[in-house]
């Protein structure tokens, strides 16, 4: 048999706590051994063309970032100031979308693209904006990045009409050109446009045409009533698209009542929904109304862990009118999330490792959802920290990443 292209000795495996060795073969996992140390039968046996300690190292699978907009990142100069809520996030940002050009926005999308893939973020499914503003601007740019960071990272797109579709005449025509030119997800936003469920029959009914999953931007407030889920789980099930559907923000189920919040989270179970919560994005807009007893504006992660939901988490945006602030490393988020959600055991550090790389590849509809496992893609990233908790808490930036069994970083 051919001899490996990598051995990587000694280090933690992240999900499991035990010191392993780490074959790497074709771009793939070819085996992983647990046992440490010199003697062990697998460095014995195996021959590699490169071979690493990385006793100091902790593994994990490559790093999934479910949910961002590289085309408006790093817009915070460009201001006028500080956002008051999501409207005028929205408004501020569609102001600027005049200036944009395609060497501007390839710019500022491989500015974060180069950061996510330094942090080791190996795939990554990005909201793609089509409007008759811009119309496939974005669109052309997103495709252009997607080749040039094959090798490096994954790239899905989806298109996402963020200024709604029917009170912009001839969003739905782009969008659909958009699917043609191999969008991976159909977006949506239904609390931007002239009536949420028309909106989300329309996108349900493309992405049932081109064979594509969705990814909605849903109940994105503090407002208990707004419940546009309780649509999407009908339009799931009529569509038969159980396991295909995610949805980012669905903060406004935090603030409904716990029942009721729970009574939503087993439907949602029942039509295999993704949650992707976006903890940056909605802590900072939400609860802005609030004079006292101040909501933290997330979606009931508990509730919905509890339920069998699968919850995974991304950045959404990186220093721009809806986020200020960010660096593109999924495990900042992770931390984030432990503070704000409740998750302080050490169980639920390897759950939070779980939401960015095995439960995300499964939303992400992608391989890879074993994980570190013997042919399973080796997509992977040793972090410089003594076991899970020093990788979550800590988050040192000390990373060697590999893509398809190729070293980048
Ligand atoms: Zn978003």
């Given at each position: 048999m051919k001899q490996l292209d990598w051995l990587l000795r000694d280090c933690l495996n992240a999900a499991t706590g035990e010191r392993v060795q780490i074959g790497i073969r074709d771009g793939k996992i070819a085996f992983m051994e647990a046992g440490a140390g010199e003697g062990s039968t697998v460095s014995a046996s195996h021959k590699a063309d490169n071979e690493l300690d990385a006793s100091e190292y902790t593994a994990m699978p490559g790093l999934i970032e479910t949910h961002i907009h590289l085309d408006k990142a790093f817009l915070t100069e460009r201001m006028p100031g500080e956002a008051a809520d999501l409207k005028e996030a929205i408004s501020m940002t569609a102001e600027l979308k005049?200036?944009?050009?395609p060497e501007d926005i390839l710019s500022r999308s491989r500015k974060l693209l180069d950061r996510a893939s330094r942090f080791g973020v190996t795939r990554m499914r990005t909201q793609v904006e089509i409007d008759p503003v811009l119309r496939l601007m974005s669109w052309h740019s997103a495709v252009e990045l997607k080749k040039e960071y094959e090798g490096k990272l994954d790239l899905q797109l989806v298109a996402f009409p963020q200024e709604g579709i029917f009170w912009q005449p001839g969003t739905a025509q782009l969008l659909e050109e958009a699917a043609r030119e191999g969008a991976d997800a159909i977006g949506g936003v239904p609390y931007n446009d002239r009536d949420s469920l028309e909106h989300l029959e329309y996108v349900f009914r493309l992405a049932e045409s081109f064979g594509l999953p969705v990814d909605l931007h849903l109940d994105?407030?503090?407002?208990?009533?707004?419940?546009?889920i309780l649509d999407v789980i009908s339009l799931t099930k009529k569509y038969g698209l159980q396991g295909r559907v995610a949805v980012g923000h669905l903060t406004s189920l935090g603030s409904a009542e716990l029942d009721t919040a729970k009574r939503i989270a087993a439907e949602m179970a029942e039509a295999d929904i993704h949650v992707f919560t976006l903890p940056a994005t909605d802590l900072y807009l939400n609860?802005?109304?609030?004079?006292?007893?101040?909501?933290?504006?997330?979606?009931?992660v508990r509730a919905l862990l509890d339920a069998g939901v699968n919850v995974c988490f991304g950045?959404?945006?990186?220093?721009?009118?809806?986020?200020?602030?960010?660096?593109?490393?999924p495990l900042d988020i992770a931390l984030l999330l432990a503070q704000t959600a409740h998750m302080g055991s050490a169980r639920e550090a390897r759950l939070l490792a779980d939401m960015c790389t095995t439960n995300a590849a499964r939303a992400l509809g992608s391989?890879?959802?074993?994980?570190?496992?013997?042919?399973?893609?080796?997509?992977l990233v040793l972090v410089k920290a003594d076991g899970i908790l020093d990788v979550i808490?800590?988050?040192?930036?000390e990373r060697l990443v590999w893509k398809s069994g190729e070293r980048i970083y």
């Amino acid at each position: 048999m051919k001899q490996l292209d990598w051995l990587l000795r000694d280090c933690l495996n992240a999900a499991t706590g035990e010191r392993v060795q780490i074959g790497i073969r074709d771009g793939k996992i070819a085996f992983m051994e647990a046992g440490a140390g010199e003697g062990s039968t697998v460095s014995a046996s195996h021959k590699a063309d490169n071979e690493l300690d990385a006793s100091e190292y902790t593994a994990m699978p490559g790093l999934i970032e479910t949910h961002i907009h590289l085309d408006k990142a790093f817009l915070t100069e460009r201001m006028p100031g500080e956002a008051a809520d999501l409207k005028e996030a929205i408004s501020m940002t569609a102001e600027l979308k005049s200036g944009y050009s395609p060497e501007d926005i390839l710019s500022r999308s491989r500015k974060l693209l180069d950061r996510a893939s330094r942090f080791g973020v190996t795939r990554m499914r990005t909201q793609v904006e089509i409007d008759p503003v811009l119309r496939l601007m974005s669109w052309h740019s997103a495709v252009e990045l997607k080749k040039e960071y094959e090798g490096k990272l994954d790239l899905q797109l989806v298109a996402f009409p963020q200024e709604g579709i029917f009170w912009q005449p001839g969003t739905a025509q782009l969008l659909e050109e958009a699917a043609r030119e191999g969008a991976d997800a159909i977006g949506g936003v239904p609390y931007n446009d002239r009536d949420s469920l028309e909106h989300l029959e329309y996108v349900f009914r493309l992405a049932e045409s081109f064979g594509l999953p969705v990814d909605l931007h849903l109940d994105f407030s503090d407002d208990p009533e707004q419940l546009a889920i309780l649509d999407v789980i009908s339009l799931t099930k009529k569509y038969g698209l159980q396991g295909r559907v995610a949805v980012g923000h669905l903060t406004s189920l935090g603030s409904a009542e716990l029942d009721t919040a729970k009574r939503i989270a087993a439907e949602m179970a029942e039509a295999d929904i993704h949650v992707f919560t976006l903890p940056a994005t909605d802590l900072y807009l939400n609860g802005r109304q609030d004079t006292c007893r101040i909501r933290r504006g997330l979606t009931p992660v508990r509730a919905l862990l509890d339920a069998g939901v699968n919850v995974c988490f991304g950045s959404n945006n990186v220093r721009n009118a809806f986020t200020p602030f960010g660096t593109g490393d999924p495990l900042d988020i992770a931390l984030l999330l432990a503070q704000t959600a409740h998750m302080g055991s050490a169980r639920e550090a390897r759950l939070l490792a779980d939401m960015c790389t095995t439960n995300a590849a499964r939303a992400l509809g992608s391989r890879g959802t074993k994980g570190l496992f013997p042919g399973e893609p080796a997509d992977l990233v040793l972090v410089k920290a003594d076991g899970i908790l020093d990788v979550i808490y800590d988050r040192p930036r000390e990373r060697l990443v590999w893509k398809s069994g190729e070293r980048i970083y």
